[in-house]
Structure formats: structure tokens, C-alpha cells
């Protein structure tokens, strides 16, 4: 299992970026799925984004297709989330998570970083 700790969010004004961070340990990290999703007030989770371990395959939700990319740096032991043209339905808590493989539920979660997008 690895931990997580996202960072990075903030205030941003609609159409600005941010970019979050999560900081993983643990030395399963490389071979680890790994997403982003968010939960806005009054809401379900929801996801946003996955990587696969290299790297070389993502998926987004398509509320943020085309605005947001998913990256990673096994070396770093770090996943990112650019995120860009930001409007205020993008306000929400995200989570870093990862899980093994495709077949198994994401079971690791960072504590959130929460994002703000004002009007």
C-alpha cells in the first residue's frame, strides 16, 4: 500500500490553473494505478483522472477532458494534475488514490486538497 499527500490547491479566479501535487511513499508506488478524484460540496466523489503505472495510458472524466492532464514521475515518487480554463463547477476537495491494477478498487487515499474557483 502506499501513502498519499496531495498539496498544491488554493483560490484560483474562473479561467485561471492550478496545478496539484501528491506525494507518494511507499515501494509499490511505480507499479500503482493512480487517479484523481474530487467531492464539491453537497456532492458524491466523483472521479476525474487516472495514469497507469508508466505512464503511457490516462482517462478523464469528460468534465475535464481537454482541461486537465494527468502526468506522473516514478522517480519522484509523484503524481500531478494540471488543471486550466478552471470555472467555479471545478470547486471541490480532490484526492490523490491508487490501487494495484485494474481489477481492484482504489484503496489508498491522500486527506484532500481543497480548490476553489471563484465568479
Known amino acids: 500500500q502506499v501513502q498519499l499527500v496531495e498539496s498544491g490547491g488554493g483560490l484560483v479566479q474562473a479561467g485561471g490553473s492550478l496545478r496539484l501535487s501528491c506525494a507518494a511513499s511507499?515501494?509499490?508506488?511505480?507499479?500503482?494505478?493512480m487517479g484523481w478524484f474530487r467531492r464539491a460540496p453537497g456532492k458524491e466523489r466523483e472521479f476525474v483522472a487516472s495514469?497507469?503505472?508508466?505512464?503511457?495510458?490516462?482517462s478523464y472524466a469528460d468534465s475535464v477532458k481537454g482541461r486537465f492532464t494527468i502526468s506522473r514521475d516514478n522517480a519522484k515518487y509523484a503524481v500531478y494534475l494540471q488543471m486550466s480554463r478552471l470555472n467555479p463547477e471545478d470547486t471541490a476537495v480532490y484526492y490523490c488514490?491508487?490501487?494495484?491494477?485494474?481489477?481492484?478498487?482504489?484503496?489508498?487515499w491522500g486527506q484532500g486538497t481543497q480548490v476553489t474557483v471563484s465568479s
Open positions: 488514490a491508487a490501487r494495484p491494477n485494474e481489477g481492484v478498487a482504489f484503496g489508498s
Open positions: 511507499g515501494r509499490s508506488f511505480s507499479r500503482n494505478i
Open positions: 495514469i497507469n503505472w508508466s505512464g503511457g495510458r490516462t
